[in-house]
C-alpha cells in the first residue's frame, strides 16, 4: 500500500545485513563504525537489526532467535553449510567481490553460487517479512543482499526500502560479464534509495541502468515505469568522537611509546588492512623495496609495519594472497636487512581500536594503497590519529573512495609501484607547514562527515516521500571537494 502521510523520525528501522555487527552475548563483537552509527539509529527508533547470526545450521528452519546486545535489539538466523559455501564464499565472496572490484580474472562463476544466492535472499525475506510493520523503514546493506529488496516487493511490502553499497559499482562491461546481471541490476530499482561512496560508483551505476532498462534520470533519481529509485552519493564516515577518544586511552599511549621507542631515529611507515587483494598489498610491498632500491639514503631511516589479520581463510585466492606476501616480505628482509634493521615488520594479527590508534600516531607515513575500494576507513583512521601539530602524511590510492574526499593526501597510482615509491619519498620529505595544511583539510572533512551524518544523510532520504524528494542541489548529500583541487 503506497504512504501517504508525512513520515516522522519515529517510524521504526529495520537493517539488513549479512552479519549483525554487534554481540549477541551482551558484548560488543564488532564495534566497527558501522555497528555504531546503526546502533545510534536503532536504539532511537526501537529498530531491530536482522542478519545471519555467522552459525551454521543442520538444516535451515528459519527460527529466529532474538537478543539486545548494547541497547540493540537483534534477530538473527543459523545457515545450514550449502548457503554458507554458495551465498557467502560463493556467490558472495567468489563472484561479486572480485567482479566489483574490477578483479575478473579472480571472478569465479558457477550456478551453483547464483542459485544460493538466490536462495539466501528468499530465506532472508521469508523470515523477515513476520516482523514488518506497515510504516518501517527497511535499509539493506551491501553486496550480499542485493535481490532482498526486490524479494520483499514480490511479498507485497509497499515499505520505504534502502540499500547501501560499501563496495564499488563496476563499469557496465565488466558487469555484463555476469550471466545474470540483468535480472541483479534490474532488482535494485526496487529500492526507493540506492546510496553510493562515491559519485564513480553512482555514475556507474547510472551508465548501466539507463542503457540496460532505458530508465531515465530525473534529478538525482532514476524513474522506471512507476518506481523511481533515488541515488545519493552518501560517503561512510569515522565514529570520530570515539576514534579520537582514543588518544586519552592507556593502551593508545602504549603503543605508540613502545613504536617510537623501538624506531629511534627511523620514520615509520605503516599499513593496517584485511588480507584482501583488493587492498593492492603485493605492488605496496615491491614499491617498498623500489623505494629502498632507488634511495639508499633511506636504508636503516625507515621501516615499514604492515598490519594484515587473514579474512576469508576459506577462499583459495586468499590463501594465495597470504604466501605471496610471506615470500616478499621474506625476499625483502633478506636482501635488505642488518643486523639492528629489519625493513618490514608483517605482522597477520588484529589489534584494538585503541592500539591501532597509537600504532597510527606513531607513524610518519599512512600507506593506503587499495587497487580499487569503496571507501577504505584506515584512511580516515590514519587522518583521525595524527597529532595536528606534527601530523604524518597520508599516501593514498587514487582508485578508493576515499580519495574524492581527500584530495589532500599524497595521491598514487596503486598499480604503479614507480608512482607508491615516489609518493612514500615525497610524504618522507614534506615540510612541516604543507603536513599542517594538508591534515588540517582532511581532518575537517572527516569531522564533518562522520558516520553519525552518514546514517543520518541516508535515514532522512529514506524517510522522505517521493514528493518530497529535493532538487539537485539539496544540501543533505555530500558536496565532495572539487576533485581538480586536489594536489599531487
Ligand atoms: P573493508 O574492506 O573491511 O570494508 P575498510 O574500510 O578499510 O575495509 O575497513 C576496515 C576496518 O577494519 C577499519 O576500521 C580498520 O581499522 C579495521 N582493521 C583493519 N585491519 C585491522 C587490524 N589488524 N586490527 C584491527 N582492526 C583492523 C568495506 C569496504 C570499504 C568500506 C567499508 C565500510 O571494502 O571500502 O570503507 O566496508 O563501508
Known amino acids: 500500500m503506497p504512504h501517504t502521510q508525512t513520515q516522522t523520525q519515529t517510524q521504526r528501522l529495520i537493517a539488513v545485513s549479512n552479519r549483525v555487527a554487534v554481540g549477541t552475548d551482551g558484548e560488543s563483537a564488532n564495534r566497527g563504525g558501522l555497528a555504531v552509527a546503526l546502533a545510534a539509529a536503532l536504539r532511537q527508533s526501537n529498530g531491530i537489526w536482522f542478519g545471519w547470526s555467522g552459525e551454521q545450521t543442520e538444516e535451515f528452519t528459519g527460527q529466529i532467535a532474538f537478543h539486545r546486545a548494547d541497547g540493540v535489539a537483534t534477530a538473527t538466523i543459523d545457515l545450514e553449510a550449502q548457503d554458507i559455501d554458495e551465498y557467502y564464499n560463493g556467490f558472495a565472496n567468489r563472484t561479486l567481490w572480485p567482479l566489483f572490484h574490477y578483479r575478473l580474472d579472480l571472478t569465479e562463476i558457477a550456478r551453483d553460487f547464483a542459485g544460493g544466492y538466490a536462495r539466501v535472499n528468499e530465506r532472508f525475506a521469508d523470515t523477515l517479512a513476520p516482523l514488518i510493520a506497515p510504516d518501517d523503514l527497511i535499509w539493506v546493506h551491501d553486496y550480499h543482499l542485493m535481490p532482498l529488496g526486490s524479494q520483499l516487493r514480490a511479498r507485497g511490502f509497499a515499505n520505504r526500502i534502502g540499500f547501501f553499497l560499501h563496495i564499488p559499482w ?186 591501532l590508534f597509537g600504532i597510527y600516531r606513531a607513524a610518519r607515513v599512512g600507506l593506503v594503497t587499495p587497487l580499487r575500494d569503496g571507501m577504505n576507513l584506515v584512511a580516515k583512521e590514519y587522518v583521525a590519529a595524527q597529532e595536528p601539530a606534527d601530523p604524518g602524511v597520508l599516501v593514498l590510492s587514487r582508485f578508493a573512495g576515499a580519495a574524492a574526499q581527500l584530495p589532500q593526501a599524497v595521491l598514487v597510482n596503486p598499480h604503479s609501484i614507480e608512482d607508491i615509491a615516489e609518493g612514500i619519498a615525497r610524504a618522507l620529505a614534506m615540510p612541516l607547514a604543507e603536513r599542517q595544511e594538508r591534515h588540517q583539510a582532511m581532518l575537517a572533512t572527516i569531522t564533518k562527515h562522520d558516520v553519525l551524518w552518514w546514517s543520518e544523510t541516508f535515514m532522512a532520504a529514506l524517510a522522505e516521500q517521493p514528493d518530497e524528494a529535493p532538487a539537485p542541489t539539496s544540501t543533505n548529500v555530500a558536496r565532495l571537494p572539487d576533485a581538480a583541487s586536489a594536489r599531487r
Open 170 to 355: 563496476p563499469p557496465p562491461s565488466l558487469l555484463m560479464s555476469l550471466p545474470g546481471h540483468r535480472e541483479l541490476a534490474r532488482g535494485m530499482l526496487d529500492y526507493d534509495v540506492i546510496g553510493f561512496q562515491s559519485e564513480e560508483w553512482r555514475q556507474a551505476f547510472i551508465d548501466y541502468a539507463t542503457v540496460q532498462f532505458e530508465a531515465t534520470l530525473e534529478a538525482e533519481a532514476l524513474r522506471l515505469g512507476e518506481r523511481c529509485t533515488r541515488l545519493l552519493v552518501c560517503p561512510i564516515g569515522l565514529d570520530i568522537d570515539d576514534f579520537a577518544g582514543a588518544v586519552h586511552s592507556m593502551a593508545a599511549k602504549q603503543t605508540e611509546s613502545r613504536l617510537v621507542t623501538s624506531a629511534v631515529g627511523r620514520d615509520m611507515i605503516v599499513g593496517v588492512d584485511r588480507l584482501d587483494y583488493s587492498k593492492g598489498l603485493q605492488e605496496r610491498f615491491a614499491a617498498y623495496e623500489l623505494l629502498l632500491t632507488d634511495h639508499p639514503e633511506l636504508r636503516e631511516k625507515v621501516s615499514l609495519l604492515q598490519i594484515a589479520p587473514p579474512s576469508r581463510g576459506d577462499v583459495a585466492s586468499y590463501r594465495q594472497i597470504r604466501a605471496d606476501l610471506d615470500a616478499l616480505s621474506g625476499h625483502i628482509n633478506g636482501a635488505f636487512a642488518s643486523i639492528d634493521w629489519v625493513p618490514i615488520r608483517y605482522v597477520n594479527q588484529g589489534y584494538s581500536r585503541d592500539e
